[in-house]
């Protein structure tokens, strides 16, 4: 595995950005966990990247030659919520495609801002959400996360989401207590996106 402090890595077509280790959960499956990394990058930060950092990286890539932009990493990208929006602005103004790949706690995060309209209005195109699990106790039972109430305002930052006029994907890891069929109806019922995701591919 390469050297730590990757900010920007490639993999099936497109750019990843990983702008943070830090995160408001702290899944069972997380890669954290077992690995520094995937596909071959370290991804641990001795210090989070600045906004001059990560754009300066940026500027150095040829990114039309990518599918898309994407927020990911081995943290919650969300906890960087105005770092998000300055990148996201910077590539709209390129035209490149930005999706964000979150664990879904804004609303809990910044309850005094509109954070699904902030982030429309940035350029981001596509939000996928951990959804993780068909319930609530299911859900802290994996992710543990830092907030009561978490699986209810994950679900409503999904309505904003949708609300806010961006493509809405949930995500749900491979795992025996999942109920794959409950988490695809509530996909349904918020006209998201459904992908299943394997155990050694969660991040
Ligand atoms: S899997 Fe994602 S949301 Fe869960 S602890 Fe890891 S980085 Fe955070």
Redesign the pocket.
Known sequence: MKNKDTIIYEAHGNLYLNITNR?????V????RYSDGVYGYNLRLSKEPTLPEIIKELSGQELSKYKEVVFTG???PLVRLDVVLEISKWLKIRGIPVRLDT?GHAKLLYPERNVAMELAESGIKVVSI?LNAHDASTYNQL?DPRYIRAYEKMLEFATDVSGSGMELRFTVVELPVVDIEKCKKIAMDHDADFKVRSYSA??
């Open positions: 995160c408001t959960a702290d899944c499956f997380c890669i954290k081995l943290g919650e664990i951990s992710c969660s991040s």
